[in-house]
Every structure is written in C-alpha cells, then in structure tokens.
Nanobody
Framework: QVQLVESGGDLVQPGGSLRLSCAAS????????IGWFRQAPGKEREEVSC????????LNADSVKGRFTSSRDNAKNTAYLQMNSLKPEDTAVYYC???????????????WGQGTQVTVPS
C-alpha cells in the first residue's frame, strides 16, 4: 500500500521557519518527482515547490521563491520542504505528492499525502 505521510506542520510566528517532511512507504521514492502543494481556506490549491527524483531539478513558485526549498533523501525515502521567513499568507494545509518521473517535476501527481497544517498568525 502506497502512503505519503507529511509531518512538521505547526504554529509559527512571522519570520520563523519550519521544515516539513514527507515520508513515503510502498514506493521507491528514488523514481518519483515530489511536489509540495498548499491550500488555504477559500483558495485554490497551489503548487509551491517540486523536486526531481535525483534532486537535480527544483522549481519554486514566485510566492515562495527565496524562502522555501525542496530537498530529499532517497535513502530514507523522505522528502522535505524547508520554509523560512514565514508570512501570515503562508498559512495553509500543506501536502506532498509523488509522480513517477525520472527527470524534471510537475504535471499530474499520482499519490498524495493527507496534509499538515501550517499556521502563521498575523
């Protein structure tokens, strides 16, 4: 059974940092690109970052560029989203997703986690 489990969400003050983790089971993450998404109440889901299977390629949305960084440890079957300089507008449920893709990232994702809440009060 394929599972992606996010963790690391929390309430953090503006300007603070968090690192989200996405632990995979039931699939060899080394063959999968990972996308990080977020969805705030009343807003559409937004892909904020993605990382290719080998970590050679990453892409970040303009809204988080320079503040968020994707990384991964294929030996641990885990991906990470480092979030720095957090702002109230970063408040959302964050999801990781995986798609089998040997190069690049993005597109349609086949497997999704359950999400983890990040709250940055104003």
């Amino acid at each position: 059974q394929v599972q992606l489990v996010e963790s690391g969400g929390d309430l953090v003050q503006p300007g603070g940092s968090l690192r989200l983790s996405c632990a995979a089971s039931g699939l060899p993450l080394e063959y999968y690109a990972i996308g990080w998404f977020r969805q705030a109440p009343g807003k559409e889901r937004e892909e904020v970052s993605c990382i290719s299977s080998s970590s050679a390629y990453t892409l970040n949305a303009d809204s988080v560029k320079g503040r968020f960084t994707s990384s991964r440890d294929n030996a641990k079957n885990t991906a990470y989203l480092q979030m720095n300089s957090l702002k109230p507008e970063d408040t959302a449920v964050y999801y990781c997703a995986a798609t089998i893709l040997l190069e690049g990232c993005g597109g349609d994702y086949d497997h999704w986690g359950q999400g983890t809440q990040v709250t940055v009060p104003s």
